[in-house]
């Protein structure tokens, strides 16, 4: 009589589970498709698909940790679709757009960028388990790149003049802050601890439907304010850590 296979529970944790890795496949395709588009001049195709690759990492993790799905080959997985997506992406768009005209500092600005969004990355993963799940170390290399691509759709969906010399400037400075900020120790609130199966009272239903109607009323212009307003909120939360830091320390002393 031929003796049953068990599977170990271990062993099977380590397979490759298709629902949370096709939001990641979707979401690398994404950031596929933007560099597709940026090469055909469609900036503000390309610049919508970074922020739908968004939503879709976004919710792989999720959906793994709801299924219990989750594995080693899920993580390493979202990682690399994130260097594509949240990486190259965004810095080969905002290239395309307007950074080539600065010749040598242009593709310095793009190379920064996708050399902080690695790091931040390889940080990332290597500190995973040591680090306050409350917050991100550095800014998160999604919220970069909707810095980056916001201010590409918002600019195409005014029409601003992207061959005016302060159009370039702006977006060199705005690509390098997000590259340095992606290595930087500033604190960003994760939002980690928000649970999609808790339960919430009407009135965070209610929230929900404002901020979506608030998005919808102008989204190149809600939503690239909404990531300045959080890429520059890491900083804010530094500060006031280290001021409480300096105050306790007074008041050891005193």
């Known amino acids: 009589m031929p003796k049953m296979l068990h599977r170990d529970p271990e062993h099977r944790h380590r397979g490759i589970y298709l629902l949370p890795n096709a939001f990641t496949t979707a979401a690398l395709f994404s950031g596929f498709y933007a560099v597709v588009q940026a090469m055909n001049a469609r900036f503000d195709v390309a610049a919508i698909a970074i922020f739908v690759a968004m939503v879709l990492d976004g919710m792989d993790g999720r959906v793994a940790r709801l299924t219990n799905t989750q594995s080693a080959f899920g993580e390493q997985y979202d990682s690399l679709s994130d260097m594509t997506s949240f990486g190259v992406a965004p810095a080969l768009v905002a290239y395309e757009w307007v950074l080539q005209d600065m010749g ?145 320390q007074q008041q050891r002393h005193g």
């Open 104 to 248: 040598r500092w242009g593709w310095l600005a793009a190379f920064v960028y996708v050399a902080g969004a690695a790091l931040r990355l390889a940080r990332f993963n290597t500190n995973i388990a040591v680090i306050d799940k409350r917050f991100f170390q550095g800014l998160p290399s999604p919220a970069a790149a909707a810095l980056v691509a916001g201010f590409v759709w918002l600019s195409v969906d005014n029409k601003l003049p992207i061959h005016d010399h302060l159009m370039a400037w702006t977006m060199f400075g705005l690509t390098m802050y997000a590259g340095v900020a992606m290595v930087s120790d500033a604190p960003f609130y994760s939002g980690k601890k928000f649970a999609l199966g808790r339960s919430v009272p009407f009135w965070g239903i209610l929230l929900v439907v404002v901020v979506f109607v608030f998005v919808s009323s102008d989204p190149p212009v809600v939503l690239f304010t909404l990531f300045v307003i959080y890429g520059v909120s890491g900083w804010f939360v530094w500060v006031w850590r280290w001021s409480r830091a300096r105050r306790l």
